[in-house]
């Protein structure tokens, strides 16, 4: 009896532990007698929230989302992808490793049966179609915004230094990178600050000549505009035109609403920031979120030169089981007119599809923004848009290089050395980059 | 053989098969990835010994160890220090302090505070422009400039092992303490008849007393030490700036794996650790080791 005993205490503790190893793959898929869930869906943003409860109510299905912070995105999803295990059937991919996952072949080829994507290409914006497709030229990903930006401005501030607040007349002022130190010198002599900080022209640094990072075959490519950026940087800096709040930081927040303190060479001033760059996003989930008081003050026109920055993309994982109700919500997402209208007119958000930006685009009008028509601004702005120059190793490229002139603004480094540091640590990153020997 | 109970060995199967596919596994796996340039998905290559010659001359690699090591020295001294300052005032007998549990959970509140809210407050309290930090300072005029705390390499290092030490000294002084408890009175009344003063007991009694305590948590701390990660990444962008005095050997690892997608090399990186931590844990055991050899003094 106790022998008998012991088998048994064995197997069951023995029993519980294999459970424990099988139990994410069975719950993925065989098992569904539960039904808890139809449908899983991972993101970094919490704004796919209200359309997944619109798709439950429209499909009377469930659909369970998980949010993981954008930082650690990346590392929690591409083993659960490599896997299989626990693997949600919807995933969205940020511009900044989008190029890496259409390429691995995570997502579902929308090109081919049963979806035929290519069929309504010419709904949509021809920058955002192109970014989803992976390097043989099939459509991995679809996303349902643009991401355009622009410089979005206090209209009061315009009024009392520039004398209007009419963002096409202010556009004009702005019109070259001179331009924008003219109107910065004229924000200085008032007391006020052009930018938060240096970093806010960055995406301008392209100018008029968009390249990528890293050429087709494998060249760092460093342009005299990129180069040139640091020249602007280190003039906002030395000419105090900004306020020295770091994109993000506490106070970078703080100075949209009000002025903020900003000690200076031993001084402390208060100071009010004129602008800041932000893309089309920037509206709704950055400064809708952060300005009270100053709400309907704003309004947006163009810098320099067009730029885009950021953008979601999603697509349905290729090993799912659940193609087909994976697919319907990345079309209501990307294609239905009906829930697309909503959306728009909810946040704002510039859409990619066309159909539904034509009908929405003339009298659009935002209230944030003094009753400014941002729809139409912004979709002038996305037909710029260069797709070809995202490359995989944009996210951690820009970091070195915003690193590097950080350090030569601080005066730390020279520029040389600066650079220097750029291409030596771009080469530690990626050894196979082919790095000038400068 | 009839005595043997053989079912002893399924009541340990459980341990063993968690700890074969959790521990040894990713363990062997990761030092057969050290031979390959893996890049996350797709296949791996086997390369050689090239990631090992790589990491031997990666200057990056080199300051990483230099700049863990800056870090954990400045912090090791000043927690320890604190912690026997502590221990010294809590166990006195002739101050009688009180009030020792009260003290003893203030000081180890750091230590249960998550790190990345721990990350985040110094972040606030250290901010350049609106930091606490800087504006108590600059109120009693000891700068007149603001420093950027979180920008400067030696001000950066400092920081984060005053955090840690800010976080740490609680959990060691609490092992101290213990360790003082466990001291017979006898020696330090016998002392007291003798007219040793305070310098005297604490010096020949307390510490040579407290040698194995003391290594102990010299090792405990030399292994997390090493592996010192969370706060140079939260605090500043995570790739170790400024100018790279915040990047740690984990923090590298972290980034080259993670980041740049370099497996391969990362594995690398690990098992260089790995042997770094190896060696310093062994140099640490042979001097406890001599230590307990050496005939009694009278």
Not at chain 2, 24 to 29: D, E, G, K, N, Q
Request: hydrophobic residues 40%.
């Amino acid at each position: 009896m106790k022998k008998f005993l012991g088998i048994l205490m064995s197997f069951i503790l023995l029993a519980g532990v294999l459970a424990g190893c099988s139990g994410n793959s069975e719950s993925a898929g065989s098992e569904k007698k539960d039904k808890d869930v139809d449908l899983k869906i991972w993101s970094f943003t919490d704004e796919l929230k209200e359309p997944i409860k619109k798709f439950e109510e429209k499909n009377g299905v469930t659909v369970e989302l998980t949010i993981v912070p954008i930082a650690d995105y990346p590392t929690k999803l591409k083993p659960v992808l490599e896997s299989g295990v626990g693997a949600p059937d919807v995933f969205t991919g940020e511009i900044a490793f989008l190029k890496q996952w259409v390429d691995a072949g995570y997502w579902e080829n929308l090109s081919g049966d049963p979806y035929n994507v290519e069929e309504i290409k010419d709904k949509y914006v021809p920058y955002v179609f192109d970014l989803g497709k992976d390097q043989d030229g099939n459509v991995r990903a679809l996303s349902w915004q643009t991401t355009p930006g622009g410089i979005f401005y206090k209209r009061s501030i315009a009024k009392e230094v520039l004398g209007t607040d009419d963002p096409a007349v202010v556009g004009k002022m702005m019109g070259s990178m001179d331009d924008v130190f003219q109107v910065a010198e004229k924000m200085k002599e008032k007391g006020y600050s052009m930018f938060p900080d240096e970093g806010s022209i960055r995406w301008f640094s392209h100018g008029q000549n968009p390249q990528p990072w890293v050429s087709e075959d494998g060249e760092l490519n460093l342009t005299d505009e990129k180069i040139e950026f640091m020249d602007y940087a280190k003039k906002l800096r030395e000419n105090s035109y900004t306020a020295l709040a770091a994109e993000w930081s506490p106070s970078w927040f703080e100075a949209m609403d009000k002025p903020i303190k900003v000690k200076e060479n031993g001084k402390e001033k208060e100071t009010e920031v004129f602008s800041y760059v932000l893309p089309t996003w920037g509206l709704h989930s950055v400064l809708k979120t952060n300005v009270k008081e100053s709400a309907g003050d704003w309004a947006v026109t163009n810098g320099p030169s067009p730029y885009f920055w950021g953008g979601t993309w999603l697509g349905v994982y290729h090993k799912s089981e659940n193609k087909e109700l994976a697919y319907d919500f990345v079309k209501m997402m990307t294609q239905d007119d009906e829930f697309l209208t909503e959306w728009a007119k909810e946040t704002g958000d510039v859409l990619a599809y066309q159909p539904v930006t034509n009908k929405i685009k003339d009298d659009f009008s935002s209230e944030f923004l003094g009753g400014q028509n941002n729809y139409q601004f912004f979709l002038e702005q996305a037909k710029e848009i260069e797709p070809g120059i995202v490359t995989k190793y944009d996210q951690q490229l820009d970091t070195f290089y915003g690193n590097a002139v950080q350090q030569y603004v601080d005066g730390k480094k020279s520029k040389k050395d600066a650079i220097k540091e750029f291409y030596q640590k771009a080469q530690n990153a990626y050894p196979d980059l082919k790095v000038p020997k400068k | 053989m009839k005595n043997v109970n053989r079912f002893g060995y399924l009541f340990i199967a459980p341990f063993w098969i968690i700890f074969l596919i959790f521990s040894i596994y990713p363990v062997a796996l990761t030092f057969y990835y050290s031979f390959t340039n893996y890049s996350g998905s797709g296949p791996a290559e086997v390369v050689g010994l090239a990631n090992y010659k790589r990491l031997l001359t990666d200057s990056y690699f080199v300051e990483a160890f230099f700049n863990t090591w800056k870090i954990w020295g400045i912090n090791f001294a000043l927690q320890i220090g604190l912690a026997l300052v502590l221990a010294l005032i809590f166990s006195d007998m002739r101050i009688k302090m009180r009030g020792l549990a009260f003290f003893r959970s203030i000081f180890y509140l750091p230590n249960l505070i998550t790190i990345s809210s721990v990350a985040l407050l110094f972040g606030i309290l250290l901010d350049w422009q609106h930091g606490s930090l800087n504006m108590i300072l600059l109120k009693i005029g000891l700068i007149s400039e603001p420093i950027n705390w979180l920008n400067e390499p030696a001000t950066a290092q400092l920081s984060v092992s005053l955090i840690l030490t800010w976080m740490w000294f609680g959990h060691s002084f609490i092992v101290v303490m213990a360790g003082v408890s466990g001291i017979s009175k006898d020696y330090y009344e016998a002392a007291l008849i003798d007219g040793a003063n305070r310098w005297q007991t604490f010096t020949k009694i307390t510490i040579p007393l407290l040698k194995p305590i003391l290594l102990y948590i010299m090792i405990t701390s030399l292994i997390g030490g090493l592996q010192l990660f969370d706060l140079p990444m939260l605090l500043t962008d995570g790739i170790g700036s400024p100018d790279g005095s915040l990047n740690t050997m984990v923090l590298y690892l972290y980034n080259q794996a993670f980041k740049y997608n370099n497996y391969g090399y990362a594995s690398a990186v690990a098992y260089g650790l790995f042997i770094i931590t190896l060696i310093f844990s062994a140099m640490v055991f042979k001097g406890m080791y001599r230590n307990e050899r050496k005939p009694r003094q009278v």
